[in-house]
């Protein structure tokens, strides 16, 4: 049973270009979080996805949006990038209406911007 | 902000209990305790969660205090693979965003 998948691993972008990165989340689960994670912080929630709407959202610019597809995959798309978008991003999967309420992570993507 | 106040940095001996403390004060009736690590390099793994009474799974012990304010998580015989940043959350449930704070660093000895 694969757990979350996150694509790429790694990439390295420009000020000012745009970025998308793609999430599957763990069989089962219908319900995709994105987080953000700079060198030496905790990860800070930036949405939620559930049935392909946003559900919530944190505290991030409009710059951040998302889409869930029918089959609950997820996109994470920042635009206008900022050096300050540099960090680690980390999709987060989970049952709607599940009974512990954990949360399963990936590996995330790991995002430079020079 | 986060809701929970944790040490900076932890040292244990391989083999020993490792138990790490964790505040909040200010947690509400409904709100439970959450525990996640993070190896370096991977993303946060679950580890145990609690509302009121004392839990305890393949990975660890959670014990929460009568009056809710504080917890410990215990890891029983820590190894050297237990070394990494852990979380203590307080939420709502696994589906309300998880506001982590910069956990404590476990550093496990040989």
């Known amino acids: 049973d694969a757990g979350v998948t996150q694509s790429p691993t790694h990439l390295i972008k420009t000020r000012g270009q745009q970025v998308t990165l793609r999430c599957s989340p763990k069989s089962g689960h219908d319900t995709v979080s994105w987080y953000q994670q700079a060198l030496g912080q905790g990860p800070q929630f930036i949405f939620q996805?559930?049935?392909?709407?946003?559900?919530q959202r944190g505290n991030f610019p409009d710059r951040f949006s998302g889409h869930q597809f029918p089959n609950y995959s997820s996109e994470l798309n920042v635009n206008a990038l900022l050096l300050g978008d540099s960090a680690l991003y980390l999709c987060?999967?989970?049952?709607?209406?599940?009974?512990?309420?954990?949360?399963?992570f990936g590996e995330g993507s790991r995002l430079t911007v020079l | 902000d986060a809701k929970t106040t944790q040490p900076t940095s932890m040292d244990c001996a391989e083999g020993r209990a490792a138990n790490l403390p964790c505040n909040h004060s200010?947690?509400?009736?409904?709100?439970?305790v959450y525990w996640y690590r993070q190896i370096h390099s991977q993303g946060p793994q679950y580890i145990i969660h609690g509302l009121k009474n004392n839990e305890t799974n393949e990975m660890a012990s959670l014990i929460i205090t009568e009056d809710r304010k504080s917890s410990t998580l215990i890891l029983p015989h820590a190894t050297l693979r237990d070394t990494a940043v852990y979380y203590c959350?307080?939420?709502?449930?696994?589906?309300?965003?998880?506001?982590f704070g910069k956990g404590t660093r476990l550093s496990v000895i040989a």
């Open positions: 959350i307080v939420t709502l449930s696994g589906n309300t965003p998880l506001v």
């Open positions: 996805y559930y049935e392909e709407e946003e559900r």
């Open positions: 987060a999967s989970s049952f709607i209406w599940g009974r512990s309420g954990e949360l399963f």
């Open positions: 200010t947690i509400s009736g409904n709100e439970y």
